[in-house]
């Protein structure tokens, strides 16, 4: 019998959470890691794939084992597969 | 107080994202990262954890360097420094606290025409900027002022910061107060030599031993606020003079005299309430004096009058006249003037100075000196 737990579904699953706050701060929970970062690009690691956050001036306010904060001006969110 | 110290230092190498991930897998926490444009890359974390960060940046071939204090660690660094600024700070704290505990400023609020009477109250109190908080009785001095200021409703009288505040609320209008150039001033009645001013409230524009003028201002109606501007009061006070008030008298040396000449003539004429009939005519005398007599033969039944007159022929002549006699009767008659005219003033002095006019008249001159209030307000 499978055991019964009231964590929300992506938690059980290790899911990443992006949650974008106006243009100027992006949340990611459940992250693996940081693929690259540059002012105009960061690119996080998830067990989705990467996700890709476009803007300028982005800065890392918080680099936490599971959060990442992201601070700065949002242009774009995107997801792509896992690289390499 | 271990998480408030935080360290930021740069990080310098290829591919510094691997060593941010490194540390995160080590649970390191790290914020504002942020990549500069020589590629290096900033971070801030804990001061317990920068030893290990530095351990596994020299371990994947990386630099850490400029380390230096962040956040609130910084600033207790930056005082751990600076003693002599910690020590001043606290000096300067210390004398604040201190300093608050005096009165530098009085602020009287609401007070209109009665704002020179609280002065005056607090002046003959001994309150001023810099006494001592301690050393005034804050109710004590309301219930005072309400008994010096009977027309005032209630007085509030507070500290507010270092200041002394006192408000009155009026329970009867006050006198209107004017502009400092009209009803507010107190001005001299007449002129005078003062001998003394006594100014309650507005301030005194002149001083005991001035010579004054009629209509010269004495107190002026306007006073200096706290901060040095002109706060129109209504003047209050008094101003003792000494004036002196003159009447005089003249007699003629020169007196007429009338002399009968002998010549007598008498006439009747007959009044009736509708005509007058003269029974014979006026004599040819210049001048004459007339007696007259009248006669009712009808009594109260018949209004007609019988009246007789008697015409005396008589010579003008000019006589001379005793110089002593006329100069007391002049002295007399200056002098009883005099007194009419300062029925109720105390005469301090007086004295009586006599001239000749055209040779032949004596005027007489009556000089008191009196000591009273000149001071009157403007009515414009």
Known sequence: MHGFSL???EVQSRQPRIQLTGREEVLIEQHTGLFSYETRCIRIRTRMGIVTIKGENLVIAFFGTEDLLIRG???????EDQAG | MRNMMKVKCTLQGLGAEKLLNALQKQGIILADVERRQDRSIVIECSKGQYARIQGLAREKGFTLSDARPAGIYRLLTLLARRRGLLIGMALCLGLMIYAMGFIWQINIENAGAYEGEVRLFLQEMGIHPGLRRAD?????????????????????AEYKGVALKIALEEGTPPPDIQSHRGNGDLVAAEDGLLLRITCHAGTP???????VKKGQVLIRGEERGREGQAVAVQAGGEAIARIWVSTGARISLNEMLSLPTGREEERKVIITPFFSLPLGKEPDFLTWDVERQDQHPGGIWLPVTVRRERYMEIALEEGGRDAESARQEAGKAALRLLHQALYHEN????????????????AATATAEIHRNIAVRQIN
Request: hydrophobic residues 45%.
């Open chain 1, 73 to 79: 001006r949002v242009d774009q969110i995107g997801m």
């Open chain 2, 205 to 211: 524009v002149v001083s005991a031993g001035d010579f």
């Open chain 2, 136 to 156: 005034v009785d804050i109710s004590d001095l309301r219930e005072r002022l309400e008994w010096r200021l009977p027309k005032v409703k209630w007085v509030r």
């Open chain 1, 7 to 9: 964590a929300p579904k």
């Open chain 2, 347 to 362: 005469i301090v002095d007086k004295w009586l100075e006599f001239r000749m006019i055209e040779g032949d008249t004596i």
